[in-house]
């Protein structure tokens, strides 16, 4: 019954920024085999491919398509996104789960931030979701969804995210302008703004443990959220479900956003 809700059975959903068995991404993509889609991987470098053969292997997924794709190069997603669709066909989904800062850029006081650092945070938090739907959209004919990843300190500051609110921020303008943009072609474009999960990318945040502590005080629910919660919001973001949301940012997060 709920793989017909869904109508996600046998479709071509993209997961991009699995780095872990932690990652937001990889609870995803578990989510989306367990209602039959059919997953394709991304990955940038050797050792993440490494990493993620095994994780595929551990849950017997080990025939998945996986493909390298550095979303810093507009080549090389091009290229992974014309692999993708010579072998698949129609793409019906994408994951974008992928965002990236220099350590220095989040530890140092923001009046700190160099040029570069911004440059290179917004290139790879923002503008690769621009470059990803654009890579994609010749091969999304049937319509689908677009989910990014994104946080609370893209309209609040929180202490150590610096230079990567300033990027999530950009991603969550860039995401409602493609949902203006490409909604005409029946393609949805949403972002999750998950609360704080004990991620890699979350390593590099200085105060993250305080926030998680935070979170358990303030927040409605008392606790913080796990790594199915957002992956079943996800789901129905990717799925028919949702087919009259598009521009939106979806709050998981226990409903820490709406205290003051």
């Not at 793989?3 to 995803?28: C, P």
């Not at 999530?168 to 995401?175: D, G, T």
């Not at 200085?206 to 919001?233: C, G, Y």
């Amino acid at each position: 019954m709920m793989d017909n809700l869904l109508q996600l059975k046998d479709k071509n959903i993209v997961v991009m920024g699995v780095a872990n068995d932690r990652s937001i991404a990889w609870g995803i993509a578990k989510r989306l085999f367990d209602v039959g889609a059919n997953v394709i991987f991304t990955y940038r470098q050797e050792r993440s491919l490494k990493k993620l053969q095994k994780q595929l292997e551990n849950i017997g997924q080990s025939d998945s398509l996986v493909v390298q794709c550095d979303v810093n190069s507009d080549d090389s997603t091009k290229a992974a996104f014309e692999e993708i669709g010579s072998k698949v066909g129609v793409i019906h989904g994408i994951v974008h789960s992928v965002a990236f800062a220099h350590a220095e850029d989040l530890h140092n006081r923001f009046l700190e931030t160099t040029r570069e650092g911004y440059a290179f945070a917004q290139d790879t938090s923002a503008y690769s979701l621009i470059s990803t739907a654009k890579a994609a959209h010749p091969y999304m004919t049937e319509g689908g969804s677009i989910v990014t990843m994104s946080y609370l300190g893209a309209e609040r500051v929180l202490d150590g995210y610096n230079v990567m609110g300033v990027a999530k921020a950009a991603l969550e303008a860039s995401m409602r302008y493609l949902a203006a943009d490409i909604g005409q072609d029946n393609i949805r474009v949403n972002a999750i703004s998950a609360g704080a999960i004990r991620t890699l990318a979350a390593k590099g945040v200085p105060s993250f443990n305080t926030i998680l502590h935070k979170i358990e005080e303030t927040a409605p629910l008392k606790r913080n959220v796990q790594q199915d919660e957002v992956a079943d919001m996800t789901i129905v973001m990717l799925s028919h479900l949702s087919r009259g949301v598009t521009g939106e940012t979806i709050y998981i997060d226990a409903g820490y956003n709406i205290m003051g």
